[in-house]
């Protein structure tokens, strides 16, 4: 089945700098990549997604990369805010989610 | 519209004790599912329903029934709770056709002792 690997596991970063957190995955047939953000106390909210026919998406402060060839892709977050703290998941679908282990990030002012 | 919602929010059981954590969704959502969150293990499945009457095994399904009878509600059921079972639990809904994109509720936080 598929296996998808999360890193960093935490990830602090200043106000107003960039945060990227990187996924793997080893399944080729997966052919959908969403994002779940996670606010305390809250379910996970998709926030981008990207399909395999795509390499890139951007939506305002937030954008995802794909390299199907390596197996991989990414979330960054530029100029981050103290709003943008949360856990993130990333996960891969070829029908059913497979999700990665989750990144803590905080944003310190 | 409400979304996901489920009850209890919080829980504390005794092991062995048997207990159903509801789900509800007023989407008209044909796939809906049910999802463990652990410390450092992200999101797993335990089990998913692709409409009313239809049920199957996720990833972790041990421990746990769950029925479908019909298109809104997706309860899971604890016959006999086990330390093991501690955990945070989301339940899900998808509409038809895009069983990939997941809508999560608020969660139910379950102690078992």
């Known amino acids: 089945g598929e296996n998808v690997e999360q890193h960093p596991s935490t990830l602090s970063v200043q106000e107003g700098d960039s945060a990227v957190i990187k996924c793997t995955y080893s399944d080729s047939a997966s052919n959908y990549f969403p994002w779940y953000k996670q606010e305390l106390g809250k379910g996970p909210q998709l926030i981008i997604d990207i399909r395999s026919n795509v390499g890139e998406k951007k939506d305002q402060r937030i954008a995802v990369t794909l390299n199907k060839t390596a197996k991989h892709f990414s979330l960054h977050i530029t100029e981050t805010q103290p709003e943008d703290s949360a856990v993130y998941f990333c996960?891969?679908?070829?029908?059913?989610?497979?999700f990665g282990a989750g990144t803590q990030v905080v944003v310190t002012p | 519209n409400a979304g996901v919602t489920q009850t209890p929010k919080f829980q504390v059981l005794k092991t062995g004790q048997s207990m159903t954590l509801q789900c509800a969704q007023d989407m008209n959502h044909e796939y809906m599912s049910w999802y463990r969150q652990d410390p450092g293990m992200g999101l797993r499945l335990i089990h998913y329903s692709v409409g009313a009457g239809i049920t199957d095994q996720g990833e972790v399904p041990n421990g746990y029934n769950v029925s479908r009878s019909t298109t809104e509600d997706f309860p899971l059921r604890l016959l006999s709770a086990a330390p093991s079972q501690t955990s945070v639990y989301f339940c899900?809904?998808?509409?038809?056709?895009?069983?990939?994109?997941?809508?999560f509720g608020p969660g139910t936080r379950l102690t078992v002792l």
């Open positions: 899900a809904s998808s509409p038809a056709g895009r069983s990939d994109t997941q809508y």
């Open positions: 996960a891969a679908s070829w029908g059913k989610l497979q």
